[in-house]
T-cell receptor, first 113, second 113 residues
Framework: DGGITQSPKYLFRKEGQNVTLSCEQN?????MYWYRQDPGQGLRLIYY???????QKGDIAEGYSVSREKKESFPLTVTSAQKNPTAFYLC????????????FGDGTRLSIL | GESVGLHLPTLSVQEGDNSIINCAYS??????FIWYKQESGKGPQFIID?????DKRQGQRVTVLLNKTVKHLSLQIAATQPGDSAVYFC????????????FGQGTRLTINP
């Protein structure tokens, strides 16, 4: 079945560590996105990529980094510079055409030990 | 399950009744709107979308209404079922030709038996 796979579902980070969240899609979508979700708030865009080897900052990119070496994969690294990393992280993908819905994975919950 | 929002607006309806979830969007230039359903611990699931050149669109048991004059979007769910319990988000695309969605805070729908 086609879909978006995020792993792991739960992740724990020690202070000062970088951690990488995985996102893979087999929908043949061009564009991929990372969002952060906090309780009581909607989704906020961290980074997005419209094509391979290109990506742009979203609204809250500080403390995060991404790469897009393959069409199917868009990993997110939460660096030690991100001071409040505890959140639910969601990856999405879509066709790179006007007015196309984004489809989401089931998220990774990151917590600080 | 995990909570995606601790202080969300909440709508409670009786099983079998119709539900109406409202959303006020912010940008009069937005040309595309989406409704998502998010169950506890999962990613948002696409429900229905509508373009700004329409004022109504129907799906299976759902209808989206768009009032551009007052920048208001609503989702109507017919004959609400227990499986409809979730948080519902509206999203707008404020930049024509881009793929950057802006999400609302969400509304929690609870079904009374």
């Amino acid at each position: 079945d086609g879909g978006i796979t995020q792993s792991p579902k739960y992740l724990f980070r020690k202070e000062g560590q970088n951690v990488t969240l995985s996102c893979e899609q087999n929908l043949n979508h061009d564009a991929m996105y990372w969002y952060r979700q906090d309780p009581g708030q909607g989704l906020r865009l961290i980074y997005y990529s419209q094509i391979v080897n290109d990506f742009q900052k979203g609204d809250i990119a500080e403390g995060y980094s991404v790469s897009r070496e393959k069409k199917e994969s868009f990993p997110l690294t939460v660096t030690s510079a991100q001071k409040n990393p505890t959140a639910f992280y969601l990856c999405a993908s879509s066709y790179y055409r006007v007015n196309q819905p984004q489809h989401f994975g089931d998220g990774t919950r990151l917590s600080i030990l | 399950g995990e909570s995606v929002g601790l202080h969300l607006p909440t709508l409670s309806v009786q099983e079998g009744d119709n539900s109406i979830i409202n959303c006020a969007y912010s940008n009069s230039a937005s040309d595309y709107f989406i409704w998502y359903k998010q169950e506890s611990g999962k990613g948002p699931q696409f429900i229905i979308d509508i373009r700004s050149n329409m004022d109504k669109r129907q799906g299976q048991r759902v209808t989206v209404l768009l009032n551009k004059t007052v920048k208001h979007l609503s989702l109507q769910i017919a004959a609400t079922q227990p499986g409809d319990s979730a948080v519902y988000f509206c999203a707008e695309n404020p930049i024509q030709g881009a793929q950057k969605l802006v999400f609302g805070q969400g509304t929690r729908l609870t079904i009374n038996p």
